[in-house]
């Protein structure tokens, strides 16, 4: 609940100011990807594009390429999470097959039970 109220109060307001940026600057500007490119030739009218429209890309990008670098970085604990997940299914299924053979129910509590004798 408390993530939910705190979620409208920042992207309400943050939503707000980019609608008011956008309208703000709707003028047209000229992107160019050379930097070697000579000045007589950015000031030659051509197409442009919206100023927000520029942000707007350069700003999505910057989030997207934030969350690829996340998710290598937390590649490691990924791995050993899958890791131990495997090692508790296998420990879990031999509990289950030992107590299979010596006669015993097999029931969730009983497993807590078990491991937490074993501390």
Do not use: C
Not at 23 to 29: D, E, G, K, M, T
Not at 37 to 55: D, H, K, N, S
Not at 78 to 92: D, G, K, P, S, V
């Amino acid at each position: 609940m408390l993530n939910k109220i705190v979620g409208w109060l920042v992207l309400v307001p943050l939503s707000l100011a980019l609608i008011a940026f956008a309208l703000a600057n709707r003028q047209f500007v000229i992107v160019n990807f050379n930097p070697f490119a000579p000045v007589e030739q950015l000031a030659t009218p051509g197409y442009g594009v919206p100023l927000f429209m520029v942000l707007y890309v350069v700003l999505l990008i910057g989030v997207l390429l934030g969350g690829i670098a996340t998710w290598f970085a937390q590649g490691q604990h990924r791995q050993r999470e899958r890791h131990w997940r495997r090692e508790a299914n296998m420990l879990n299924s031999e509990l289950a097959t030992l107590r299979k053979n010596q006669g015993q129910p097999s029931n969730p509590l009983s497993d807590v039970d078990d491991l937490l004798e074993l501390r």
